[in-house]
């Protein structure tokens, strides 16, 4: 059964910092992995897709790295901004044919 | 539309009653995805649909929940005798390809209070 932690579990840092968000998952027989974060009282945003065959994605100031035989994701947010305050969620895609998901990790960027 | 919509954003209900929860997916999505998140919770999944085959009904955690997708779009979940604990945000998803290769999308969800 597929098990993700995310760590850490909650987050504060000073607007500017690059900062990193770590996710381990026990089974690593997936397609891919999703990192979304969820706003208060939002749905799920998609924010990258890395395919079991690569080793990271990148879009805007955010990159995401797969280590999928060790089973470690991270996702790495340069110079942070206020707006980036949400809720980071990791999910591998399994084999078995869903998303399953860390508890996340909340991020609070202060000004 | 162009994103995954659900309806009711917010339904408060009496114990005891049933609830109709609706997802229209990305048009041209074959595969869907319900998720409940509780309070505090990570998110749980429910059920999974995907074309015409058999829908993968392993999250469902109990015989008071049913979903069925008709026409291969619009998916329903249904919550009979509803109780306290079903109270949660009902997370809707979809995808071109079920997900093996192509993002997974969300809907905005629907928060469900049973009182």
């Known amino acids: 059964k597929q098990e993700v932690t995310q760590i850490p579990a909650a987050l504060s840092v000073p607007e500017g910092e690059n900062l990193v968000l770590n996710c381990s998952f026990t089974d690593s027989a997936i397609y891919n992995l999703q990192w979304f974060r969820q706003d208060p009282g939002k749905g799920l945003t998609s924010l990258l897709l890395?395919?079991?065959?690569?080793r990271e994605q990148t879009s805007g100031r955010l990159n995401a790295s797969l280590d999928k035989s060790s089973g470690r994701s991270t996702l790495y947010i340069a110079a942070s901004q206020p707006g980036d305050s949400a809720t980071y969620l990791c999910a591998p895609f399994n084999q078995g044919g869903k998303l399953i998901f860390g508890q996340g990790t909340e991020l609070s960027v202060k000004p | 539309g162009a994103g995954v919509s659900q309806s009711p954003s917010n339904k408060v209900t009496e114990k005891g009653k049933d609830v109709e929860l609706r997802c229209d997916p990305i048009s041209g999505h074959t595969a869907l995805y319900w998720y409940r998140q509780s309070l505090g919770q990570g998110l749980e999944f429910l059920i999974y649909?995907?074309?015409?085959?058999?829908?993968?009904k392993s999250g469902l955690p109990s015989d008071r929940f049913s979903a069925e997708r008709t026409g291969g779009s619009v998916s329903t979940l249904t919550i009979q005798r509803t109780q306290q604990e079903d109270s949660a945000v009902y997370l809707c998803?979809?995808?071109?390809?079920?997900?093996?290769?192509?993002?997974?999308?969300f809907g905005e969800g629907s928060w469900l209070t049973v009182v």
């Open positions: 998803a979809s995808s071109s390809d079920r997900g093996r290769r192509n993002t997974i999308y």
């Open positions: 649909f995907q074309g015409n085959s058999a829908p993968d």
């Open positions: 890395i395919q079991s065959s690569q």
